[in-house]
């Protein structure tokens, strides 16, 4: 018996869906609550490869929603585990884990070897940062986010506007799993949706998931969609990495009220003394821990005429 076979009798699927899976590259930012079901649903689905990219350990408050792990993980790389089990679940997908924190330095080769990313990261700079590098390589990227008992799936870049075309600000306020809650099903509800979107276009079943986010609402009991594919694409503020930043550039600390060592060179500054600030000619490196208060930051230094700024999440 085919391990695939009824898989193959999906309509659109067959044998050459199969093949176009088996052929596949996907690369998966993050091993957390998104990772731990899109991981097994895609290495069992027959994708030949897949790169996992986390650099965390399990910890205990991870395993009521990161269902790859056990009790007896904890402490361990989320990557290496998470691999070990797609490879259980999948032996036909070659997998592999990789222990680093994907930013601006890392993340273009790892885009440029992959058909399809999956962005699980739950880091809205690094979403920024698949998105622009993506849009960049023309490569699909798949994100998701998810807060309390709602959040959202959607497929950017490739042929789609980015991530930045539909969603060109941050909120007021970035709530996160560790800070606001979240609950299991609703995590792994939008994982499993990740999953199909990247199986849909790897395939290439149509209609194609590109353009479009599906939201779902698990207090209200409501799934909704939207399509983008008529949304512009805006400009914004770019994130680097440490490495990248230049000998000429000016960097702004803005996490001065915190029990943390300043990059090296680094001015600090309090956030509100931006206003009055007197900015250098040349660019412009606003760091924090998340990128948040870098971007508010930026946004100020830019109504002041400040045109070459870039962020840096130095945290995440």
């Known amino acids: 018996m085919n391990r695939y076979a009824r898989q193959q009798q999906v309509p659109g699927v067959g044998p050459e869906g199969q093949a176009r899976l088996a052929a596949a590259h996907v690369l998966v930012v993050g091993?957390?609550?998104?990772?731990?079901?899109?991981?097994?649903?895609?290495?069992?689905?027959?994708?030949?490869?897949?790169?996992?990219?986390?650099?965390?350990?399990?910890?205990?408050?991870?395993?009521?929603?990161?269902?790859?792990?056990?009790?007896?993980?904890?402490?361990?790389?989320?990557?290496?585990?998470?691999?070990?089990?797609?490879?259980?679940?999948?032996?036909?997908?070659?997998?592999?884990?990789?222990?680093?924190?994907?930013?601006?330095?890392?993340?273009?080769?790892?885009?440029?070897?992959?058909?399809?990313?999956?962005?699980?990261?739950?880091s809205f700079a690094v979403t920024y940062t698949l998105s622009d590098l993506c849009r960049g390589a023309g490569k699909p990227m798949i994100s998701a986010s998810v807060v309390g008992r709602s959040g959202y799936?959607?497929?950017?870049?490739?042929?789609?506007?980015?991530y930045r075309a539909v969603f060109p600000d941050l909120p007021a306020q970035a709530a996160s799993c560790s800070t606001a809650g979240v609950l299991g099903p609703v995590v792994a509800s939008l994982g499993a949706i990740q999953a199909q979107m990247a199986l849909a276009l790897l395939i290439g079943l149509e209609p194609s998931p590109l353009g479009r986010v599906?939201?779902?609402?698990?207090?209200?009991?409501?799934?909704?969609?939207?399509?983008?594919?008529?949304?512009?694409?805006?400009?914004?503020?770019?994130?680097?990495?440490?490495s990248q930043v230049a000998p000429g550039d000016t960097v702004i600390d803005l996490r001065a009220t915190e029990s943390i060592r300043p990059l090296p060179g680094a001015i600090v500054l309090a956030p509100d003394s931006l206003p009055d600030w007197q900015f250098p000619p040349g660019r412009v490196v606003l760091c924090c821990s998340t990128g948040l208060r870098a971007w508010r930051g930026a946004q100020v230094l830019a109504k002041r005429g400040a045109a070459d700024l870039a962020l840096l999440a130095d945290g995440q």
């Not at 799936?153 to 980015?162: E, H, L, Q, R």
């Not at 779902?216 to 939207?226: E, H, K, P, V, Y």
């Open 153 to 162: 799936a959607g497929a950017f870049c490739g042929t789609a506007p980015s």
């Open 31 to 122: 091993a957390g609550g998104l990772g731990c079901t899109a991981i097994p649903a895609l290495a069992a689905a027959g994708v030949g490869r897949l790169t996992i990219a986390d650099p965390d350990v399990i910890e205990l408050t991870n395993l009521h929603r990161q269902t790859l792990f056990t009790t007896a993980d904890i402490g361990q790389p989320k990557a290496t585990i998470a691999a070990k089990r797609a490879c259980a679940l999948g032996p036909d997908c070659e997998v592999r884990a990789l222990l680093v924190r994907v930013d601006p330095a890392t993340a273009e080769d790892l885009i440029a070897a992959v058909d399809v990313v999956i962005d699980a990261a739950d």
């Open 214 to 242: 599906v939201t779902l609402d698990m207090a209200t009991w409501r799934f909704g969609s939207f399509d983008f594919d008529g949304a512009s694409e805006a400009p914004g503020f770019g994130f680097v990495a440490a």
